[in-house]
């Protein structure tokens, strides 16, 4: 505790913990506007999520009854058209903010602390939304590869109407691989950074807009490296099954926030293993 409270007071330019010259009064007023902020930012982190999970429901819904209502918004079956691969991309990229957004909580929370705290010392700050924007955008891009994936698939005929993989070999090929990077250095790499928001900013920390676009961008980078196997999992169950989304999303959290996240990672990655080995084999039987 000790350690991150210096930690903290580093990032925020503050030599102690309670300078002189910050009576009591100040550092009143201080905790009751950080109280705030942290009110305001969940609040919008909340109404972001919240939005971007109406949306996938509501295309979800729509693919489930095949309604003339769902052609304006998914693709059709029949070869992509611009429109349909743009619309494709659109419901990568706001599925993405339903589930990626709720375990970049705790660092977008410490962020907006941080220059809470450097905004009431008179020192330069940045707008805490800078930071998610960058975040949001290597998402994005992440969106439009896995989007450009779904269009090979779609012509190559290995997924169904509801995304989901119509080959036992792929699934269980998706499966396996998950399984396996499950165990791989690359992905505690990465996962560690997620699990741990304050070192990260300590260590990646930059000023100004730039530096806060950047920071978002490096720990956006750091979660797809985490994430990004498992996203590929839901071509295994249906990109539009919601159970399934909503499954791996707190996955993703519990990972990232657990105590034990790294053990549950683990027994994850063997469960995926078996789960693999044992949806090709009965394809192959």
């Not at 990032?11 to 506007?33: A, D, F, I, R, T």
């Not at 375990?103 to 805490?128: C, D, G, H, M, Q």
């Not at 699990?195 to 900013?201: A, G, H, Q, T």
């Not at 027994?267 to 995926?272: F, I, M, N, Q, Y």
Request: proline fraction near 4%; aromatic fraction near 10%.
């Amino acid at each position: 505790m000790e350690s991150s409270h210096s930690a903290l007071n580093q990032l925020e330019g503050n030599p102690k913990e309670n300078p002189v010259g910050h009576p009591q009064g100040y550092l009143s007023k201080l905790e009751s506007l950080l109280k705030r902020d942290r009110a305001v930012v969940t609040s919008g982190l909340v109404a972001i999520a919240a939005l971007a999970w109406l949306y996938t429901i509501h295309l979800a819904r729509g693919m489930d009854g095949m309604s003339m209502g769902s052609e304006m918004v998914m693709p059709r079956m029949q070869s992509w058209s611009l429109t349909d691969f743009a619309l494709m991309f659109i419901m990568w990229a706001v599925m993405m903010v339903a589930m990626m957004v709720p375990s970049a909580t705790p660092t977008v929370l410490i962020f907006a602390t941080v220059n809470r705290k450097r905004r009431e010392s008179k020192r330069p700050y940045v707008s805490t939304g800078t930071f998610l924007l960058g975040y949001l955008l290597v998402w994005t891009g992440f969106s439009l590869v896995v989007t450009l994936a779904q269009w090979a698939l779609h012509n190559a005929a290995l997924i169904s109407p509801m995304m989901a993989s119509t080959s036992p070999l792929l699934g269980g090929a998706l499966l396996v691989a998950a399984g396996i990077f499950q165990w791989t250095p690359l992905k505690y790499a990465c996962l560690a950074h997620c699990r741990s928001p304050l070192d990260f900013l300590m260590s990646e920390w930059r000023e100004g807009n730039s530096g806060a676009l950047l920071m978002g961008l490096r720990h956006g980078t750091y979660c797809v490296g985490c994430c990004w196997v498992l996203m590929a999992l839901l071509f295994v169950a249906g990109v539009m099954n919601l159970l399934w989304v909503a499954a791996i999303a707190a996955f993703v959290l519990i990972e990232k926030v657990a105590p034990a996240g790294r053990l549950v990672s683990r027994l994850t990655g063997l469960v995926l293993l078996g789960w693999g080995a044992w949806t090709a084999a009965g394809a192959l039987i």
